[in-house]
């Protein structure tokens, strides 16, 4: 996993990994199969429990919870995410839970569409605040400011500017 945090999906390889672990390539092969299956694995161990602590009474502050929590796992693994959106298969489970129990929320908001618009609004929002905030080392983009744009958003779409 450090590996991927800190230099990317494409610095990982068997041999890098049998070097840090003091084994061969061969056994991380063995162990990891594909690339893509360790790849496959890291998102699944990465993302693991996304939704645990999501909380809230109504559902803009569900909503809100839902898409703090997710904004914290995403950025913290920034890289899994880029090469979730490169091959969307890699996806988790519980990554892909995030979207049914969000749209359980907008759904009950006053200005839904009763469609998927308004959560792919919010996933692609945190999709690029996660890309922004993660793209270099000296970034001044906080969950502040991510949050202060979901909560625009959560608010119009409770028809009450001040929902929050």
Not at 14 to 31: K, S
Not at 151 to 156: G, N, Q
Request: aromatic content about 6%; some cysteine.
């Amino acid at each position: 996993m450090p590996i991927v945090q800190d230099k990317g999906v494409d610095a990982l390889s068997f041999r890098m990994l049998a070097d840090q672990l003091g084994v061969t390539p061969m056994a991380v092969t063995y162990h990891a199969g594909t690339k893509k299956q360790l790849l496959s694995d890291l998102v699944e161990h990465a993302f693991a429990g996304v939704l645990d602590g999501v909380e809230g009474g109504t559902p803009v502050e569900r909503a809100r919870s839902i898409m703090a929590t997710y904004y914290g796992y995403a950025l913290k693994n920034a890289n899994l995410l880029r090469a979730i959106l490169e091959d969307v298969t890699l996806m988790s489970a519980d990554l892909a839970n995030v979207v049914p129990k969000l749209k359980a929320c907008t759904d009950q908001l006053k200005n839904s569409d009763g469609g998927d618009v308004l959560v792919h609004l919010l996933i692609d929002y945190a999709h690029g605040f996660v890309l922004s905030a993660s793209s270099g080392a000296n970034n001044p983009l906080t969950i502040e400011d991510y949050l202060r744009g979901i909560d625009w958003i959560l608010c119009r779409a409770a028809g009450d500017r001040e929902a929050i």
